[in-house]
């Protein structure tokens, strides 16, 4: 649960949001503000969110929401869009994986990135596409006279924090700011492009984290290529780092600022500088993903800071909410019920 004196922290420090030339470190609390802010894309009004993370006083008005079909099924794309005029500062926030049919949809179009964004990489066709239907409504909110010097947040959470990773270096890529006027912090973020955007999405975005959990399987997908000239130490489970030279497979942006255990407050987290730049072979990266048993790796992409990100979003991000701990069921057939079951707990 979220206390008082840790919501009243975040007030602190977003009252204090305008970006500086030393605003360039991790800032946890910074991050569990904006995983409010992206929880709340899973619901139909974002609002009961908003009002419990920011102060009236800081005037943190919706100016958009928006929903588009986002492929032949019917499966929305979908975020809103905050302004606020004390901080001068704009939120753009992407909503996460909707259906079952749409998680489907993605992974038959993540095996490998195929679609060229804009001469900056290759990247998903799936999130390309979504990036296209949602753009307008970035642009539109961006280029509006009075807020045209607001710097940027973008944040999202899986599917998300796909969309705000094609977002952020289209703002700069297209002149509506500067790179030094973004922020990105992502949650369970898949890879969205090749080694080639990769690089650009840095050049562009220097200030761009993905927060991933544990052992959440998402950040996993789809598959970078392997580097076949590292050789597994003898007793160790195999896994193998990404090449740092191919461009055929997936491919992380980014810093990676990963959490081994829970996120519950004060918990440890590593800041993944080490090499592949990108892809730290350290960091999660480290432990082979066992596809015959992910039913944790999914409840961790589900959880991050201690919440259920979808419903508590639903819930109005309401620090009173509880949530259930991991799994005990493992194996394919629990992964399966998971995502698929009765009860419909999508990624």
Sequence with gaps: MLSSFFLFSLLIVVAHAIFGPDDTQYNETEARMLL???????????????????????????????SVKCDFVGNPCAGYIVVSDVLQQITVVFRGTKTSSQLLLEGWTTLKPSADFYGMGLVNSYFRSGHEKTWQYVQDALSIPQYQNYDVYVTGHSLG???????????????????HQIKVVTFGEPRVGNLDFSHTYDQ???YSFRVTHAIDVVPHLPACVKDLSYTPPVGSDGSMPCDPVSTNGGYHHGLEIWYPGNMTQG?????????????DFSCSNGPKVNLDDTTQGVWDHRN????????????????????????????????????????????
Aim: charged share 15%; hydrophobic share 35%; proline share 9%.
């Design 161 to 179: 924090g796909a969309l705000a990773g094609l977002c952020a270096p289209r703002i700069v890529h297209d002149g509506l700011r500067q790179s």
């Design 204 to 206: 562009l975005v220097p």
């Design 267 to 279: 918990s440890p987290y590593m800041v993944c500088t080490g090499l592949p730049r990108d892809e």
């Design 36 to 66: 409010n802010l992206a929880a709340a894309a899973y619901s139909l009004d974002a609002t009961p969110c908003l009002q419990r993370t920011f102060t009236p006083a800081e005037n943190q008005i919706l100016l958009s929401s928006f």
């Design 304 to 347: 991050y800071f201690g919440v259920e990100v979808p419903d508590f979003g639903k819930g109005g991000c309401d620090p009173s909410m509880t949530f259930k701990g991991p799994p005990t069921k493992t194996g394919v057939l629990s992964l399966v019920s998971s995502v698929f079951g009765r009860r419909k707990r999508f990624v």
